[in-house]
C-alpha cells in the first residue's frame, strides 16, 4: 500500500486536469495539446467547485450506456488558488461531504512547479479528528497511478501536463458527436512508460473549443482498456469546458462520471482558508465558504 | 455359446480374405479418414492442464472458485525465492543484487538486448508489477506526517550498524516476514506479478464500440439514474495454457538467472510450476521415443522381419491418430491423460498385433503359404482379440462413472482407442501384411537373421568385447539409470530369444512338480496385495509429484520450510448487504477467525491476510503508530475512513480485497504444501472454526455466505472424488470383466479362475504401494483399470485357446500343454514388449507417470508368471473341464518328459 505517496497527486490532479481549452489553430498535435494544457494552467485560478463522482457497473439498455446498479455518489467542493511568480504553484483544499461516513473528510494540496521542491499534501480524517501530513517523498518514482477518491479516474486518467514526456502526432481530422474534432495521438517516451499502464492515449480535440471530447486508453498489447467521453460541453467564464466527464473501464464494465455540477472562476479566496485550519475547524471552514458562496452571483 | 463362437471364429478366418478383396477403396478411405483426423489433430489441439479444469463447471468448488475469480481476479504470480549465496539477503551485496534484479524485471525495455540471445521479449509483456525488498515500503506515522518510504533506501547504507539497523526494522514489519524475506534472514523473495487471466479473450469487442451507442442523458444532465435490467457484457477472459506458462516462465528466469553467480533461486506459483510441467512433457516425449524404440526393436527382434515391426508400429499409430483425431473434433480441450490413453492404446495394439503375427508365424514356419496362414491366424485368435477389446474397453470405460470431466473424457477416449486397435488389426493390418509380408521360412533370411547367425558365429570374447563396448556408449548416452535399464532390456531379450522354447517347455513339468506350492505362493501374493491394499493412503501431494531431487519439489519444500508457503485457501465472505464489510462486529470476527487459524494450526497456516489487516494497520498509523490502536474501531464511520485512504491509494489493491459495494471480501490464507488427505482433515476444522466465529453475527446478517475456496479446495475435492470414484469403478470393472468371462468360456468355475490371476497383476500396485507407505494419488489411481485391461488379455488368450483344445483333444493335459506352447511364446513376447517399453516411464520426473510406468510394467510381468504359473497349477489342480464332456484329466508332463 503506497496511500501516501499517492495520495499526494491526489489534491492537484483534480485541479489541473478538467478546466477547458483556449481556442486556437496550430496544426501540429504538440501545439494542440500544448495550447490546451496552458489553458488549463491559466483558468486553475481562484476556483471553486462542486462536484459529484459517481461510480456504477455499466450495461446498455435500448443503446444508451447506463449505470446497471445503484451508483455509489460522492460529493465534493474543492477550492484552488495560484501563487508564484508565474502563478504556477496551487494551493487547494477538497472537502467531502458524501456519502455520510465519508462527511468532512478533507485534503488540502499544495503543487510547486518547481520539481526540486516536494509537493505537499494534508488529509483530514473527520472520524477521528486528525490532520496527518503525507511526505510526497518519493512521489516521481514508479508511480502506481493513484485512484481520485477510490473511482474509476486515476491520477494517470487526469494528469495531462509534462507534454514533453509524449510523442505525440497529429493523426487526423474526424468528427465526435457531431463536433469537428483533432485526432491528437500520445506515446510516452521510455521514462514516461515505466509510470504508465498505457501504451498509447489517442485524445479527440474539439477544433473550435479545444475541449477533449474523448479519450482513448491503450494498454500493451493494443487493446482500448478506458475510454472517457466529455459531454456538457459549456461556455463558463468565457471558457469552454466539459461538465460532465465519464471514464468507462473497459475490463470491468464499470464506470465513474465526474459532474463539475457548480464551476466558479475568479473568485477572492483569502490566503488563510488554504491552510490546516480549514481541515479541522468546521465552524472556521463553513464562514469561509459562506463567503465564497456569497461572491457565486 | 460354442455356436456363437464357431460361427465368429468362421468369420475370423474369412475377414482377411473380404478385406483384401476391397484392399484399395479400404486403404483409400482409410487414408482420407487419417488425413482428416491428422488435421484435426494439428489444428484444434489445445491442452488444459489446470485442477480446474478436472472439476464439472456445475461443481460447487469450480463455481466457488469461479465466482471468487470473477469478484477479485486471479492471482498468477510467481514467487522468485532466492537465497543469497553469503547466506544473508540483508548484506550490501545482497541487497544491492536484488535492487539490480528487480530493476532488470520492472525495467525489461531497458535491457541490453544482446546480453539475453534468447529471450521472448514480447512474454515480459506480462508482468505487471514487481515486488521485493528492493522496492517494498513501510508506512510511518513520524510526528504529524504519514510517511512511506522504501524499507530499503535506493542508496545503500555502507556501514555494518545501518544494515543491522535496517534488518532489524525489517524483521519487525509483521506483514513482510515471511511473505518477502524469512525470519532467519536467508530467504527472500521476488514477487512477480502478471497479466495472466486477465487479458480479454481475442477479438473481444466492447459494448461501447457499437456503433450509435451513446451515453445516457442523465450523465449531462447531472442526473444518474440505473437500469437494473440493462445488459452487462461479460467480459471473457483468455484461457491460459501450458506453454504461454512456459514462454514466459523462460523469458523470466533468463533475466534473473543472470544473477545465479550471487544468488541461488528457487521459483515458486502457477506460471513457474506450469513452465517446469512442460519440461516433463518434454522429457516424455523423449521416454516415449524411447519406449517406441523399445517396442520396435524387440518387435524386429522378436519376429526378426522389418514387415513385422512396421506394420503394427503403422496399425497403432492409425489407431492413436483416429483415436485422438475423433476427441478433438468433439471435445474442446483435453488433458495431459491422453498420454495414458495413448499408453493404452500401445499396449493393447502391440498385444493384438503380435498375437495375430505369432500365429501367422508359427503357421508359415509349418510350412503354409501367405494366404492361408493369415486366415488361419485370424481365424486361431480372432475371437480371443475380440474378447481382449472388450474386457479392456469394459474395463476402462467404468472410469467414465467418475464425476471429474477429464477423467470421463478419458474413459471414452480409452474405450474407443482400444476398439479402434481391433478394428485397424481385423481391416488394416491384412492389408499391411499383404503389401509387404515376412519372408517364409525357406526364402531367404532376413537382416535380423543374418544379423543372429553372425553374432552366434562370432567368438564369446569377442561377443563380450562388443557388448562392453554397447554397454559403456549406452552409459554415456542415456545416463547411469536409463542406460543400465537398455543394458538390462538387451540382456533380457537376449535370453527370452535364445531360450524361450526351452523355458515354454519346461513350464509344464515344473508347474505338475509343485501345484499346490505355486498356488500357496501365488495367494500369498494376492493376500499380501489385499492387506497392503488396505494401508493404503490415498494422498495427492504437489511437493510429491515430481522426484526429491526436483528443482520444484526443492522449491516448494524451501518455502514450506522458510516462508509462509506455497499453497493458498481463500475464504469468501458475502454479506449480502452493500457496505456490510464496514461493520465493525463483522471486521473483529474476521480478525478473530484469522487469529484462531494462526494460533491453532502453526504448522499449516502461513500467514493470513484480509481488510481486516488493512483497517488496523491504517488505524495505528493514523493515530502515531500506537500499537494500542492495532485494532477494528468501534465505529463503522471510522472503519470507512480508513478504508478511504486505501481506497484512493490503490483502488485496485482495494478491489481485490472487496467489492465495490463493500458487501463481499475474503480472507487469504497461505498454508504450507500438505498431502490431500491432510488437507480434507484441515478443512473440516476451518469449517468448524468459521462457524463458531461468525455464528453470532447471523441476526446482523441474516444471508451471511462463507465459503472455502482456492487451490487448496479444488485440489481437496478432486482427491476425493477421484477416491471414492475410482474405488467403484475399479471394483465394477473386475465385475465386469469376469462375468465376460465367464460367459465366453462357458463356465463359472472357468470364468473365476481366469480372474484370479488378473486379480493379483490389478492389486499388485496397489499392495506395494500400501506396504511401502507410497501413498496413491490421482494419476496412479487410475493405473488399475489399466493394469486390469492389459493383464486380462494374456489371461484371456490363454484361456481361449485352452478351451478350444479342449474342445478339439478331449484331454486337459494336450489342451494345456498346447496353451503354453502356443499361447506361451505370443504372452512372452507382449509382455517383454508393453512391459519393457511402460518400464521405461519409470525414469520420468513427474511421479505420476513413473509410478504409471513402474506398477503398470512389474503388473504386467506379475500376470505373465500368473499365465505360465498360476494358471496351468490352477488347472491341474482343478481340472476344469468348461462343460466339455467325456474328458481324459490325467496328467502327467513330467513322465513325458523323461
Request: hydrophobic share 45%; glycine share 6%.
Amino acid at each position: 500500500m503506497k496511500l501516501k505517496s499517492t495520495l499526494g497527486i491526489i489534491g492537484t490532479a483534480l485541479l489541473v486536469t478538467f478546466f477547458p481549452h483556449a481556442s486556437g489553430q496550430e496544426l501540429t498535435g504538440f501545439e494542440i495539446m500544448k495550447r490546451s494544457d496552458d489553458a488549463v494552467r491559466s483558468t486553475n485560478d481562484s476556483s471553486f467547485i462542486r462536484m459529484q463522482l459517481s461510480s456504477c457497473k455499466f450495461g446498455v439498455t435500448q443503446g444508451r450506456i447506463t449505470c446497471a446498479e445503484r451508483a455509489r455518489v460522492k460529493s465534493l467542493e474543492s477550492v484552488a488558488k495560484n501563487y508564484g511568480p508565474e502563478l504556477k504553484d496551487t494551493k487547494s483544499v477538497t472537502i467531502t461531504l458524501e456519502p455520510a461516513a465519508e462527511r468532512g473528510i478533507a485534503m488540502l494540496s499544495y503543487a510547486y512547479e518547481d520539481s526540486e521542491r516536494d509537493n505537499e499534501t494534508w488529509l483530514y480524517l473527520s472520524a477521528m479528528g486528525r490532520v496527518k501530513r503525507i511526505a510526497a517523498g518519493n512521489s516521481e518514482e514508479e508511480t502506481e497511478p493513484a485512484s481520485l477518491f477510490g473511482s474509476e479516474f486515476t491520477t494517470e486518467d487526469t494528469d495531462t501536463g509534462k507534454l514533453e514526456e509524449y510523442t505525440i502526432n497529429l493523426l487526423g481530422e474526424t468528427t465526435q458527436g457531431n463536433r469537428d474534432v483533432w485526432q491528437v495521438e500520445m506515446i510516452p517516451s521510455a521514462d514516461r512508460a515505466r509510470k504508465t499502464r498505457y501504451s498509447r492515449v489517442v485524445e479527440y480535440i474539439d477544433k473550435e473549443r479545444f475541449v477533449s471530447l474523448r479519450t482513448e486508453m491503450y494498454d500493451q498489447y493494443e487493446r482500448e482498456v478506458k475510454r472517457m467521453m466529455a459531454s456538457r460541453v459549456e461556455l463558463v467564464n468565457d471558457i469552454w469546458m466539459a461538465r460532465s466527464l465519464t471514464i468507462m473501464n473497459l475490463v470491468t464494465n464499470r464506470l465513474s462520471n465526474m459532474a463539475f455540477v457548480e464551476i466558479y472562476t475568479d473568485l477572492n479566496i483569502e490566503d488563510d482558508f488554504l491552510t490546516q485550519r480549514t481541515l479541522t475547524d468546521a465552524a472556521y471552514r463553513e464562514t469561509e465558504l459562506e463567503k465564497l458562496r456569497s461572491q457565486l452571483n | 455359446m460354442d455356436r456363437i463362437l464357431l460361427s465368429l471364429t468362421d468369420i475370423f478366418a474369412k475377414a482377411p480374405d473380404y478385406v483384401l478383396n476391397f484392399k484399395k477403396r479400404v486403404l483409400l478411405g482409410l487414408t482420407v479418414i487419417s488425413l482428416f483426423m491428422l488435421y484435426g489433430i494439428f489444428t484444434l489441439t489445445s491442452f488444459d492442464m489446470s485442477t480446474d479444469s478436472f472439476l464439472a463447471e456445475e461443481d460447487p468448488a469450480t463455481v466457488a472458485l469461479d465466482e471468487f475469480r470473477r469478484q477479485f481476479g486471479g492471482d498468477d504470480s510467481v514467487f522468485i525465492i532466492y537465497t543469497p549465496k553469503d547466506g544473508n539477503v540483508f548484506s550490501s551485496a545482497s541487497l544491492s543484487t536484488v535492487q539490480q534484479i528487480t530493476d532488470d524485471l520492472s525495467n525489461w525495455e531497458d535491457l541490453d538486448r544482446d546480453n539475453y540471445p534468447d529471450v521472448d521479449w514480447e512474454q515480459l509483456n506480462h508482468i505487471r508489477r514487481v515486488q521485493s525488498l528492493a522496492n517494498i515500503r513501510v508506512q510511518e506515522s513520524v510526528g504529524d506526517t504519514l510517511r512511506s518510504d522504501r524499507l530499503v533506501p535506493r542508496e545503500l547504507p555502507t556501514d555494518q550498524g545501518s544494515l543491522e539497523t535496517l534488518k532489524v526494522r525489517a524483521l519487525d514489519q509483521q506483514d513482510y516476514v515471511s511473505a518477502f524475506y524469512s525470519e532467519d534472514g536467508r530467504y527472500a523473495a521476488i514477487l512477480v506479478q502478471t497479466d495472466f487471466g486477465t487479458i480479454p479473450v481475442e477479438g473481444y469487442e466492447p459494448v461501447v464500440n457499437i456503433d450509435g451507442i451513446e451515453l445516457d442523458d442523465g450523465f449531462a444532465n447531472f442526473d444518474l439514474s440505473f437500469d437494473e435490467n440493462a445488459v452487462v457484457q461479460e467480459v471473457e477472459f483468455q484461457d491460459t495454457d501450458q506453454l504461454a506458462y512456459f514462454s514466459f516462465d523462460t523469458a523470466l528466469r533468463a533475466v534473473y538467472e543472470n544473477y545465479s553467480d550471487e544468488f541461488e533461486f528457487y521459483p515458486v506459483g502457477t506460471p513457474s510450476m506450469m513452465g517446469q510441467m512442460q519440461d516433463v512433457l518434454n522429457q516424455m516425449a523423449v521416454l516415449g521415443t524411447l519406449m517406441v524404440l523399445i517396442f520396435s526393436m524387440l518387435l524386429w527382434i522378436f519376429f526378426r522381419s522389418a514387415s513385422a515391426l512396421w506394420w503394427p508400429m503403422v496399425t497403432i499409430a492409425l489407431s492413436v491418430v483416429w483415436m485422438w483425431g475423433i476427441t478433438v473434433w468433439l471435445v474442446d480441450a483435453i488433458s495431459s491423460m491422453i498420454a495414458l490413453t495413448v499408453l493404452l492404446v500401445f499396449a493393447v495394439g502391440i498385444a493384438d498385433c503380435v498375437h495375430v503375427m505369432s500365429a501367422y508365424f508359427s503357421f508359415r514356419r509349418d510350412g503354409e503359404e501367405h494366404y492361408s496362414a493369415l486366415s488361419h491366424a485370424y481365424k486361431k485368435v480372432g475371437i480371443a482379440i475380440l474378447l481382449t477389446t472388450i474386457t479392456t474397453a469394459a474395463g476402462v470405460s467404468v472410469l467414465a462413472t467418475s464425476n471429474l470431466e477429464p477423467i470421463k473424457v478419458f474413459a471414452w477416449m480409452s474405450s474407443f482407442g482400444v476398439f479402434l486397435a481391433f478394428f485397424f488389426t481385423i481391416v488394416l493390418l491384412p492389408i499391411l501384411l499383404d503389401l509387404w509380408h515376412p519372408k517364409a521360412i525357406h526364402e531367404k533370411n532376413s537382416l535380423a537373421d543374418k544379423l543372429g547367425a553372425r553374432w552366434t558365429s562370432i567368438k564369446n570374447k569377442r561377443k563380450l568385447s562388443i557388448s562392453i563396448v554397447v554397454g559403456i556408449l549406452l552409459l554415456a548416452s542415456l545416463g547411469v539409470l536409463v542406460g543400465a535399464f537398455m543394458i538390462f532390456v538387451i540382456a533380457l531379450t537376449y535370453w527370452i530369444v535364445n531360450s524361450q522354447r526351452e523355458i515354454l517347455a519346461r513350464v509344464p513339468s515344473l508347474v505338475q512338480g509343485s501345484p499346490y506350492l505355486i498356488l500357496v505362493l501365488f495367494a500369498s501374493m494376492f493376500a499380501l496385495c489385499i492387506y497392503g491394499a488396505t494401508k493404503i493412503n490415498i494422498d495427492t501431494n504437489i511437493a510429491e509429484m515430481f522426484k526429491a531431487d526436483h528443482p520444484l519439489t526443492i522449491a516448494v519444500t524451501i518455502v514450506d520450510e522458510n516462508m509462509s508457503g506455497t499453497q493458498n485457501m481463500e475464504i469468501m465472505i458475502d454479506t449480502k448487504t452493500s457496505d456490510g464489510m464496514l461493520d465493525s462486529d463483522l471486521l473483529v470476527a474476521v480478525d478473530q477467525l484469522q487469529t484462531r487459524l494462526e494460533e491453532g494450526y502453526p504448522d499449516i497456516v502461513g500467514r493470513t491476510n484480509s481488510l481486516a489487516n488493512i483497517v488496523k494497520d491504517t488505524n495505528q498509523i493514523m493515530n502515531d503508530d500506537d500499537p494500542r490502536y492495532y485494532r477494528i474501531p468501534d465505529s463503522g464511520q471510522e472503519i470507512s475512513q480508513l478504508l478511504y485512504l486505501f481506497n484512493s491509494a490503490n483502488p485496485e489493491d482495494r478491489r481485490n480485497l472487496v467489492s465495490d459495494d463493500y458487501s463481499r471480501s475474503h480472507i487469504s490464507v497461505t498454508a504450507r504444501n500438505l498431502g490431500s488427505y491432510e488437507y480434507k482433515e484441515f478443512f473440516d476444522d476451518v469449517a468448524l472454526d468459521v462457524e463458531q466465529t461468525f455464528g453470532e453475527l447471523e441476526s446482523t446478517f441474516p444471508g451471511l455466505d462463507i465459503n472455502l475456496t482456492g487451490t487448496m479446495a479444488t485440489l481437496m475435492v478432486m482427491a476425493d472424488e477421484i477416491a471414492q470414484s475410482q474405488f467403484n469403478s475399479f471394483a465394477l470393472a473386475l465385475l465386469i470383466v469376469s462375468l465376460i468371462m465367464i460367459i465366453t468360456l462357458g463356465s463359472f468355475k472357468g470364468g473365476i479362475m481366469g480372474m484370479i490371476p488378473n486379480a493379483i497383476p490389478a492389486f499388485l500396485a496397489f499392495g506395494l504401494m500400501g506396504l511401502f507407505a507410497i501413498p496413491l494419488d490421482t494419476d496412479t489411481l487410475l493405473i488399475a483399470p489399466i493394469i486390469l485391461g492389459i493383464a486380462v488379455d494374456d489371461t484371456i488368450h490363454f484361456m481361449t485357446h485352452y478351451r478350444v483344445e479342449l474342445s478339439r483333444t478331449r484331454s486337459i493335459a494336450s489342451a494345456l500343454e498346447s496353451a503354453i506352447k502356443e499361447v506361451g511364446q505370443a504372452v512372452m513376447f507382449t509382455t517383454m514388449i508393453i512391459g519393457l517399453g511402460f518400464a521405461v516411464l519409470s525414469f520420468s520426473d513427474y511421479l505420476g507417470m513413473a509410478k504409471v510406468g513402474f506398477f503398470g510394467s512389474m503388473a504386467i510381468f506379475v500376470a505373465l508368471l500368473c499365465d505360465l504359473f498360476l494358471i496351468p497349477a490352477m488347472i491341474i489342480i482343478f481340472k476344469p473341464t468348461f462343460g466339455v464332456k467325456n474328458v481324459n484329466t490325467s496328467i502327467n508332463f513330467r513322465e513325458a518328459i523323461a
